[in-house]
């Protein structure tokens, strides 16, 4: 089974410009989980999305968006970029995004974003 | 307090040695628990999750549940080189939508094992 993907591996922006990373979960999962880890703040949760719906945010400023289109397949945005957005974005897939068992979130290898 | 909280680190152990990593939550309805490791410049990686109170073994890893005491440990037996890395200790709620898909993450606690 393959595991969660995310493209591009790498990213280099400058600040005031927009940026849209992909993340393709686990085939079957169908939450999938975005987060952002920094030095400073370490993972922090942005927001979670199943069947094509946003179901839960974190404390983030609105320029972070995403969507999920309805083969389980995430999006995340960032508009109007700053310095301090320069971090390793993360996804994660899930069967439904639940606690209990079998709904452990697997991580893809993340996007570097870089912003000058 | 901090939602998730690791005892501080680094730590380094010998080769062969016992690890012992620490976690405790604040949130008493916190219902999953989970053990991530990463590699420097890698993404976390699940090594382990818990769901009820007591002990888990998995090969050299053991982890440690107590709900009462809002307590998670991670053990790792025959420690190798190769364990070294950041562990980080995560929960999921159980609280409806503010829990949908939301991992809280301690700070993580870097382990060296030297040869």
């Known amino acids: 089974k393959a595991g969660v993907t995310q493209t591009p591996r790498y990213l280099i922006k400058t600040r005031g410009q927009q940026v849209t990373l992909s993340c393709s979960p686990i085939?079957?999962?169908?939450?999938v989980s975005w987060y952002q880890q920094t030095p400073g703040q370490g993972l922090q949760f942005l927001f979670e999305?199943?069947?094509?719906?946003?179901?839960n945010k974190g404390n983030f400023p609105g320029r972070f968006s995403g969507r999920q289109f309805s083969n389980s397949r995430s999006e995340m945005n960032v508009s109007t970029l700053e310095l301090g957005d320069s971090a390793l974005y993360l996804c994660?897939?899930?069967?439904?995004?639940?606690?209990?068992?079998?709904?452990?979130?697997?991580f893809g290898p993340g996007t570097r974003l870089t912003v000058l | 307090q901090k939602e998730v909280e690791q005892n501080s680190g680094p730590l380094s152990v010998p080769e062969g040695a016992i690890a012992s990593l620490n976690c405790t939550y604040s949130?008493?309805?916190?219902?999953?628990f989970f053990w991530y490791r990463q590699y420097s410049g890698k993404s976390p990686e699940l090594i382990m999750s818990?769901?009820?109170?007591g002990d888990k073994e998995d090969g050299r890893f053991t982890a440690q549940l107590n709900k009462a005491s809002q307590y998670v440990s991670l053990l790792i037996r025959d420690s190798q080189p190769s364990d070294s890395a950041t562990y980080l200790c995560a929960v999921i709620g159980n609280a409806g939508g503010t829990s949908y898909g939301k991992l809280t993450f301690g700070q993580g606690t870097i382990l060296t094992v030297h040869p």
């Open positions: 999305y199943f069947s094509e719906t946003q179901r």
């Open positions: 949130d008493r309805v916190s219902q999953s």
């Open positions: 085939s079957g999962h169908r939450s």
């Open positions: 818990i769901y009820s109170n």
């Open positions: 994660a897939s899930s069967l439904e995004g639940l606690a209990g068992i079998y709904n452990e979130q697997f």
